[in-house]
């Protein structure tokens, strides 16, 4: 069990480092920013690699609504669950330090700019309001979670299990980093929270009650759709 947390803890704090360092770090680098389009596919890319070096040991959730999703699933033993969250959080928040260790390295830096945080109304990077935000981070996780629950059914083809997570996870960007910087993650979310404090924590329930929602609601679905049994 040890080292499944660790595993768990390892790949968290690389998906919050890859993901969130690339919106921190690059996204608008003075003439060669990767954009929007960048930190989406630096989001995927971190699963993917995660995926293929440690999927065999943990299952490489990185996600404590993935974790609750395959347990509403039927795929994974509900006394499992809270070691997994823990750890996945305290992942979080390593990576959300060692980037704002990293990114204070730059003269002007500042907390301010959230360290990729998510948020809704003012804190929104389109504006969207708290009801948008709700929405789209309960629909995005749900269809992460009915894809995830899909791929690694034991029907399906589990070598493309990972990469196509991974590509989930790029087109759920893609689509929702404008409305709350996409989180479906709160582990995510929790990490750069706690390192900006003020608003991102007082926000931060957006990110933990709509994944986890989400999450649920897919596996209960998933499970009517193609039992396993």
Not at 156 to 183: D, E, Q, R
Request: net charge negative; proline share 5%; aromatic share 12%.
């Amino acid at each position: 069990m040890i080292k499944k947390l660790v595993a768990e803890f390892i790949g968290t704090f690389w998906l919050v480092l890859g993901g969130c360092g690339s919106a921190v770090l690059a996204a608008a680098f003075p003439d060669v920013g990767i954009g929007l389009l960048g930190v989406s596919f630096a989001f995927g890319l971190t699963v993917v690699t995660m995926a293929y070096a440690i999927g065999h040991i943990s299952g490489c959730h990185l996600n404590p609504a993935v974790t609750i999703g395959l347990w509403s699933g039927g795929r994974f033993p509900a006394n499992e669950v809270g070691p997994y969250i823990v750890f996945q959080v305290l992942g979080a928040i390593f990576a959300a330090f060692v980037l704002y260790i990293i990114a204070s390295g730059q003269a002007g830096f500042d907390l301010a700019g959230g360290l990729a945080s998510n948020g809704y109304g003012d804190h929104s990077p389109g504006g969207y309001t708290m009801l948008s935000g709700f929405i789209t981070e309960f629909v995005m996780t749900f269809m992460f979670l009915i894809v995830i629950l899909g791929v690694t059914h034991k029907l399906a083809t589990p070598s493309m299990a990972g990469l196509a997570i991974g590509l989930a996870l790029v087109l759920i960007h893609l689509i929702s980093i404008p409305v709350t910087n996409t989180s479906v993650n709160p582990a995510r979310s929790t990490g750069p929270a706690i390192m900006v404090g003020d608003w991102a924590i007082a926000q931060l329930w957006l990110f933990w009650v709509a994944p986890i929602l989400g999450a649920i609601a897919a596996g209960v679905v998933y499970r009517w759709l193609c039992p396993d049994d």
